[in-house]
């Protein structure tokens, strides 16, 4: 099934699709494509009983759930459904899924996930992140904004997040490479491992994982500080030196070095 939409500017697009793969190519101006694919004969069906609906700038892609409910031998075969959407730059995001994959290329206004088992990967997020998941991963490359990503075994990756952070697993490893506002992670089994913090609060516990902060050495503003609460019954804290900002973050100011 295929289906396109003129718009002008960036939709809020949602998904229901409960097993398959969703990929979005924010890229196209003036569009939204469309596209259901089905890769077995009751996937199909589902296909064709599908909802594609655009009201004002809500995309709607509502796509029934399986007859006898979810079955998790799909994710080990060629089975359930691909939904490519491409549509404006800086449009929105908001996926309902059961062991759904989803890969967003470009750029995002904003990213609102709730999963079972799929995991997420993005690459920039202009607004806010919202991720709710039971075993699946999360990856993202660059947030804009804030990022809530709650999980029970899966690990969560966040590359580049310049709002505040709430990060929470049970046994998956939490990483967040560069963070530029307060940070909360928690963890009962899984390791942390925070690259660079910049600025504002980290409290990070965990019960059994190792936590690994580490402290950048520049500030843009002399007030700037980082205030760390590390927390953890049988692992190892350490507290490290980072790296001091690149010029990538597009200040010519001179860097002062944080005390920790």
Known sequence: MQKTFDIDGPAQIEVRLASGEIVIDPTLEGQIEVELTAHDDESQRLVDDARIELNDRHLLIDVPNRRGGFSFSLGFTRQGITCRIRCPQSSGLSAR?????????????????STASGDVEANRIEGGVNIKSASGDTRIQEISGGATVQTASGDIELVIVRGAVNANSASGDV????????????????????????????????????????????????????EIKAKTVSGDIRITRAAAPSNSTGSSDTVQEVHA
């Open 97 to 113: 899924t059961k062991s759904a994959d989803l890969v967003a290329r470009g750029t995002l206004g904003g990213l609102n996930v």
């Open 175 to 226: 990483m967040i490479r560069e963070a530029y506002d307060n940070v909360t992670a928690n963890t009962v089994s899984g390791d942390q491992e925070h690259g660079a913090v910049m600025r504002g609060n980290v409290s990070a516990h965990s019960v059994s994982g190792d936590v690994t902060i580490g402290v950048r050495r520049g500030s843009k503003v002399y007030l700037d500080c980082v």
